[in-house]
């Protein structure tokens, strides 16, 4: 194994990721400023080591057996505000651009403040949620790839589609976005953002280890939906189990472990396939060695 100048070996996963799950990841560096983030792939790159970028690790299943090579932890986090557009760095939290958003009076980004995780996420996954989506307000990206070359794309050159981009299942790293809203007022932006809050609060099971929906929705209707009337909600696999609140959420209820998770999922897909003839796709992204 190649030693790496800086960062954790051996760092458990599952204490950066929501569902409080995963194995060790071989190097481990987290990153507070681009020169950082630009310094520490360039180090990977030297070493040949692959690079697993970490947002919030909020639409993640990692391994039990874990990552190999560097998880490089983005928590650069910058805003800037030009008339109704914000800049931001790719580790800041989509809720602080929501937050920056309602400062400045600009309206259409409220839905970000209840999605976890960061830009770069975001970007990577065209997150979405309340009926709007990442590319319905994204200007453009900057783009680096693993040899330091970085370049701008407008949000068209992204091929986003319902939680899909051109970048997953890429090496490119999302450096910053931005994002472009409307002239509003505070007031009706931080109303929205409590509205859209309050709705998460009582549907989804925030108390518990969670990663999001865990499937994406099938084209007309609901993977929750499917999954109840599957009769799956409070199926369990070791510590893993189907939400009672919310059939699309699988919750960590005790030391679940990916394999659990995994397991769950297939039973899920395979009930759902059987009983509906509808084939369910992951929205987590499952990563590291399996
Ligand atoms: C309670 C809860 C509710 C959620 N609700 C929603 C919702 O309403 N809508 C929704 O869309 N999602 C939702 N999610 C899922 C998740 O919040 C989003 O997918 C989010 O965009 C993931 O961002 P992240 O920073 O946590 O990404 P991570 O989980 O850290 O990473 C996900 C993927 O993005 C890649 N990535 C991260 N940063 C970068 C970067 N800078 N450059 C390139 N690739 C990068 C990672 O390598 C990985 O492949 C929810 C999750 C939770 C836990």
């Given at each position: 194994?190649?030693?790496?100048?800086?960062?954790?070996?051996?760092?458990?996963?599952?204490?950066?990721?929501?569902?409080h799950?995963?194995?060790?990841?071989?190097?481990?560096?987290?990153?507070?400023?681009?020169?950082?983030?630009?310094?520490a792939?360039?180090?990977?790159?030297?070493?040949?080591?692959?690079?697993?970028?970490?947002?919030?690790g909020?639409?993640?299943?990692?391994?039990?057996?874990?990552?190999?090579?560097?998880?490089?932890?983005?928590?650069?986090?910058?805003?800037?505000?030009?008339?109704?557009?914000?800049?931001?760095?790719?580790?800041?939290?989509?809720?602080?651009?929501?937050?920056?958003?309602?400062?400045?009076?600009?309206?259409?980004?409220?839905?970000?403040?209840?999605?976890?995780?960061?830009?770069?996420?975001?970007?990577?996954?065209?997150?979405?949620?309340f009926?709007?989506?990442?590319?319905?307000?994204?200007?453009?990206a900057?783009?680096?790839?693993?040899?330091?070359?970085?370049?701008?794309?407008?949000?068209?050159?992204?091929?986003?589609?319902?939680?899909r981009?051109?970048?997953?299942?890429?090496p490119?790293?999302?450096?910053?976005?931005r994002?472009?809203?409307?002239l509003?007022?505070?007031?009706?932006?931080?109303?929205?953002?409590?509205?859209?809050?309050?709705?998460?609060?009582?549907?989804q099971?925030?108390?518990?280890?969670?990663?999001?929906?865990?499937?994406?929705?099938p084209?007309?209707?609901?993977?929750?939906?499917?999954?109840?009337?599957?009769?799956?909600?409070?199926?369990?696999?070791g510590?893993?189990?189907?939400?009672?609140?919310?059939?699309?959420?699988?919750v960590n209820?005790?030391?679940?472990?990916?394999?659990?998770?995994?397991?769950?999922?297939?039973?899920?897909?395979?009930?759902?396939?059987?009983?509906?003839?509808?084939?369910?796709?992951?929205?987590?992204?499952?990563?590291?060695?399996?």
């Open positions: 194994m190649k030693l790496l100048p800086f960062g954790v070996r051996d760092e458990p996963m599952n204490k950066h990721t929501s569902l799950i995963g194995g060790p990841a071989d190097f481990f560096v987290r990153v507070t400023t681009e020169r950082d983030l630009v310094g792939i360039a180090v990977a790159r030297e070493h040949e080591l692959p690079v697993l970028m970490l947002g919030g909020t639409n993640m299943l990692v391994s039990d057996l874990g990552v190999r090579g560097v998880v490089l932890q983005n928590d650069w986090s910058e805003t800037s505000v030009d008339g109704t557009t914000i800049t931001a760095a790719s580790g800041t939290p989509l809720a602080s651009v929501a937050a920056a958003a309602a400062r400045n009076g600009i309206v259409g980004l409220e839905w970000m403040a209840t999605v976890p995780g960061t830009v770069g996420g975001a970007v990577h996954g065209n997150a979405g949620a009926g709007s989506e990442t590319k319905d307000v994204l200007v453009d900057e783009l680096m790839d693993l040899n330091g070359a970085t370049w701008t794309v407008p949000t068209a050159e992204l091929d986003y589609a319902y939680r981009s051109m970048l997953q299942g890429t490119i790293v999302v450096m910053r976005a994002f472009r809203g409307t509003g007022d505070r007031a009706s932006a931080v109303k929205r953002i409590k509205e859209i809050a309050n709705e998460r609060i009582a549907k099971p925030l108390a518990q280890p969670n990663t999001g929906s865990i499937f994406r929705n084209p007309g209707d609901h993977a929750g939906r499917l999954i109840e009337a599957a009769g799956l909600k409070g199926a369990t696999e510590g893993a189990m189907v939400s009672t609140k919310h059939a699309n959420f699988i209820v005790g030391d679940a472990s990916a394999t659990d998770v995994r397991a769950l999922m297939e039973l899920c897909q395979r009930e759902v396939r059987e009983k509906f003839d509808v084939e369910l796709i992951p929205e987590v992204e499952l990563v590291g060695e399996w």
